[in-house]
DNA sequence: CGTATATAATAACGCGTGTTATTATCTCCG
DNA sequence: CGGAGATAATAACACGCGTTATTATATACG
């Protein structure tokens, strides 16, 4: 049944993927822990940076985070003074997040810590080789992107019709 | 600040693999809905497939797995009835680990699942690319890991020190 | 022998993630 | 206008993961 000899390397994929991304976050928290930011936090703060005023909702869509989940990442970073929630003028369901002024100062060494931890990790690779690794990389996210958004809509779509 | 071109998109790289790693881990997991198994649960069985009656201590490392961590996901498949702690006969600190009848039935399709999915997944990529992505992954997971045993070996070397 | 050190498993806590359900509000259309 | 359906945020629950600390046992060494 395992057909081609590469079948057998194939089917590590999942678990090296996943592998690969803890033992990332963990190389990254290892050097952040001064920041007393993880991972993700770090990611809000990123695009925070260059779009405050953002609602939660867009917030997730440019994290891709699930919204639950931000709420709860949010939760932590405004009880710990990282960002603020403003109530959105035009609309009262919402929120517009802000970073707090005490985390800009932040940013510059959370960047550099991370360009640290990840030259770190890639030392092992040539240039050429990152930029494949990128690119085969960004080609898997795209379709896998994909292929959720798909998943997604259809069973939203038979929740709609519950009849059927 | 920001040098060569490829260094913004470099940046991504951390963020890529985690988002890799969490879409792939949807992907499976929807596929692998109606095992009721998640993917670290699939692994732990893959392991334990090849390996029964080894301690808990030995397939945190075949799985490479935190220990604690094991410790709560082998509580759920106890309670599950995937798998058996049986008391060691020589170490009375330690369980050997057995699957249960019930799971034998379901490592083969489970198989068949995992790799639907990661054909759909990689349905993008020619078998060249694939090879690489799993060379170039490889690299990086031996180096993160590398990383990690000197790190955790440093701090172990400094508890054992304390007036130092 | 007996004490120090290491090891196997676990407890307790915080964080990230996904799921389903709820509440308030908005929007669109009849 | 007014009700149907979408949307923003949140609550509650389960799982995975890492950390520190604890308990019981094993091992190694003086």
Redesign the pocket.
């Known amino acids: 049944m395992p057909p081609s000899p590469s079948s057998e390397r194939l089917r590590n994929l999942g678990f090296l993927v996943?592998d690969v991304s803890?033992?990332y976050?963990?190389h990254f928290?290892?050097h952040a822990r001064e920041l007393e930011?993880?991972?993700?936090?770090c990611k809000v703060l990123a695009h925070l940076q260059r779009n405050e005023g953002i609602?939660?909702?867009?917030?997730?869509e440019l994290t891709e985070?699930?919204?639950?989940?931000?709420?709860?990442?949010?939760?932590?970073?405004q009880?710990?003074r990282w960002v603020e929630?403003r109530p959105?003028p035009?609309?009262?369901?919402?929120?517009?997040?802000y970073l707090r002024e005490e985390a800009k100062p932040v940013l510059a060494r959370m960047w550099k810590i991370a360009d640290q931890a990840r030259s770190e990790a890639i030392a092992v690779l040539n240039e050429k080789e990152c930029e494949q690794l990128l690119e085969l990389l960004g080609r898997l996210h795209q379709n896998l992107q994909q292929l959720d958004t798909r998943a997604?809509e259809t069973?939203a779509t038979e929740a709609?019709r519950p009849a059927l």
């Open positions: 996943r803890r033992l976050g963990r928290e290892r930011l993880t991972l993700p936090q609602s939660q909702a867009r917030l997730a985070t699930d919204p639950m989940t931000l709420v709860r990442t949010l939760d932590r970073m009880t710990d929630r959105d035009s609309d009262r369901r919402a929120h517009r997040l997604t069973r709609r």
